[in-house]
């Protein structure tokens, strides 16, 4: 997959910063604040190297491997800051920010508690030092999560004092945090109604960050959960009848009317995803989409999207429906995500030169103006009439369109909408209109169709989803969508040669009896020395398997049998097209294809004891039944050559 991404925080460390330590503080925290995760790690490790210590480039550096699930680099990180000074503020923050992930993640009531009560240790620290609102409200927070509400009510009455002090001494200039901070501290009071009047102000402050307005609604809403499950006795002063319903409401986040108001507080954008019909090639027999009517099209389209007020789209860019659809949603200042089949240059000539010159020069309008352009198939090149890209390829670049809507979604809880430009027929083949719909319907999204010609509207029946596999007539070759495992193990490099009986036997063995206890074994399994390689069918199973393992190898005590006891293994899912057959000189099932080498690119920067998946993967997976593991976003990693940009998600179990 190539990933091309025109924003203004993309591209920053493409090449050599400027010799100036401030420069990679802002890049840093730029990075961090942005989502871009990688990078600030990237940017905060090359910037400690060039200048040594540097506190700025530090704390940044432990709050993005926080982030990424790597704790313990966290800690290390900020337990040297420490020994330089106990008494700084954002350092001891940033220990009860690491702690609050450990909650976050911790898979056992134990570790979960003891994560909170250190949280608690170092946020209080922090907030005794110099009673700022920041490690006040997160003292909060951590006090309430861990069941201490009259603590957690008291401390978020001295945030409420601090905010409104500063907000006087500010001359009416007020930030947008310390609004939000202020409504978070009045949530945990139950005072909802003027909790309400200032996340409105907050979010006209923080308009278009929908990063930071979605965090900010989820943490309210968690901190409303907090207080409606916690037993009535541990509620300080809810001791009336009168009191005790209206606080129930209150923490409920119900009016008298029945309606959410934090929601009521938030004005969020949706997230669409789009299909369509190309225009008609010249000499189509049976007309679809002629170019007279592109003028109807694009009414409706724009109409639909004033409706729905998007601030997201997923598409493609071929002549026709899609950049009709493209340039409709750009002028509503929407960003658009789009995602090709394979390589620009092939694509355009299957897809927007046949149409004319006009429509080429607004396909490379929209391209420059798309936020992201994901080219799905990198190697899947289009080099004359008879050798298009491939059905499985348009598929794959379908499902990834809508898996990346679906993730966009979720990850800031926006409202999904589906729009389809369709002629109500199911007959178009792999990676057509009709396959897309069809899919969409399975998933439970109801799209908004424009049709084509005189069906009615969505006519023509429910269209099924493409099977992903699709082996030729008579042939043992399959091509068809896999998921690709690939799994290295650390520290390899500290067994002995004398110790490599007991890396078989007893490392290896387990490996294999876990295996045999999964209920879908895998396709493909190759296994050499440090490295370990399996294909799966079904992404379920290999993201299953993924965790399982990790969790074996993390659990096991390694110096019981006779091995390093820091022995551990790192993981990388990726899911594409490959060709699966029966190895005429090996005897058994193997694959190929140019996806089967992601995995192994991404493998050396996972840390030790994670899951990383491609945006791929996790895409896919939005349409699998993976309810009880979840997806974080870690940003880009800049890879060489074919492979030039890789954004990453981190694979672990949902927290009940």
């Not at 008494?87 to 992930?101: A, F, I, M, W």
């Not at 951590?142 to 004092?161: D, F, I, N």
């Not at 997923?314 to 960003?335: H, M, T, V």
Request: hydrophobic fraction near 40%; proline fraction near 4%.
């Amino acid at each position: 997959m190539i990933f091309y991404e025109n924003s203004e925080d993309a591209g920053k460390t493409q090449s050599p910063l400027s010799h100036d330590v401030r420069e990679y503080e802002q890049t840093a925290r730029q990075s961090v604040s942005s989502g871009q995760l990688l990078t600030a790690i990237e940017v905060a490790r090359d910037g400690v190297k060039r200048y040594g210590a540097n506190r700025v480039l530090q704390q940044q550096l432990a709050l993005a491997l926080a982030q990424t699930g790597a704790l313990d680099g966290a800690r290390e990180v900020l337990g040297e800051l420490m020994k330089e000074s106990a008494s700084d503020e954002e350092t001891l923050c940033l220990l009860g920010r690491v702690y609050k992930e450990l909650w976050r993640r911790a898979r056992e009531p134990a570790v979960a508690a003891e994560a909170l009560r250190q949280a608690c240790k170092f946020y209080g620290e922090g907030f005794e030092l110099g009673e700022s609102y920041y490690p006040g409200i997160n003292l909060a927070f951590t006090l309430a999560a861990a069941g201490e509400l009259p603590k957690a009510e008291s401390c978020a009455r001295k945030v409420e004092k601090i905010c409104r002090r500063e907000m006087k001494g500010n001359g009416g200039e007020t930030d947008g945090w310390l609004l939000a901070t202020l409504a978070e501290a009045l949530t945990h009071q139950g005072a909802t109604v003027e909790a309400g009047e200032y996340y409105r102000k907050a979010a006209a402050a923080f308009t278009g960050r929908w990063r930071d307005l979605a965090s900010m609604r989820q943490q309210a809403q968690e901190i409303l959960s907090f207080y409606a499950k916690a037993p009535a006795a541990s509620r300080r002063h809810w001791y009336d009848l009168a009191t005790i319903r209206r606080r129930l409401r209150d923490a409920m986040g119900k009016t008298e009317h029945g309606t959410d108001w934090l929601d009521r507080c938030f004005e969020f954008p949706t997230v669409v995803v789009f299909a369509g019909h190309m225009l008609d090639h010249p000499g189509r027999t049976t007309p679809r989409f002629s170019a007279e009517r592109e003028a109807e099209v694009r009414e409706q389209i724009r109409q639909q999207l004033t409706r729905i007020k998007p601030g997201f789209g997923y598409a493609s860019a071929a002549c026709g429906a899609d950049l009709i659809f493209c340039e409709c949603l750009l002028e509503q200042n929407a960003k658009l995500h789009l995602v090709l089949p394979c390589p620009v240059a092939a694509f355009k000539w299957q897809s927007v030169s046949f149409a004319g010159p006009e429509w080429e020069r607004r396909f490379h309008s929209v391209l420059g103006s798309a936020t992201t352009c994901l080219i799905a198939n990198p190697a899947d090149y289009a080099a004359s009439e008879n050798d298009p890209a491939s059905a499985m390829g348009l598929v794959y670049a379908n499902q990834i369109i809508t898996g990346l809507a679906v993730l966009q979604a979720q990850a800031l809880d926006f409202e999904l909408q589906a729009i389809a430009v369709w002629d109500g027929k199911t007959a178009d083949g792999a990676g057509g209109t009709g396959s897309v719909v069809g899919e969409w319907r399975q998933r439970g999204l109801n799209p908004h169709i424009i049709p084509l010609g005189s069906e009615n509207n969505g006519g023509g029946g429910a269209a099924g989803p493409v099977a992903v596999a699709s082996p030729a007539a008579g042939s043992t070759i399959e091509h068809g969508i896999k998921a690709m495992l690939c799994a290295e193990v650390i520290n390899f490099q500290k067994i002995g040669e004398r110790q490599m009986p007991a890396f078989i036997r007893d490392f290896k063995g387990l490996v294999a009896r876990l295996m045999d206890t999964m209920p879908v074994k895998p396709a493909v399994s190759e296994s050499w020395g440090r490295s370990n390689y399996f294909v799966y069918d079904r992404l379920p199973d290999a993201a299953s398997f993924a965790l399982e393992l990790r969790d074996l190898v993390e659990r096991t005590d390694w110096a019981q049998y006779g091995l390093p006891p820091d022995l551990a293994i790192r993981i990388v899912l990726h899911a594409g097209p490959v060709y699966a057959f029966m190895d005429p000189v090996l005897h058994r099932q193997t694959c190929v294809g140019a996806h089967l080498a992601r995995a192994a690119r991404i493998e050396p920067i996972t840390p030790a004891g994670q899951v990383y998946v491609t945006q791929e993967f996790a895409a896919l997976c939005s349409g699998e039944d993976l309810s009880a593991v979840s997806f974080e976003f870690l940003g880009h990693l800049r890879t060489a050559k074919l492979f030039e940009d890789a954004p990453l998600y981190r694979l672990d179990r949902r927290k009940n």
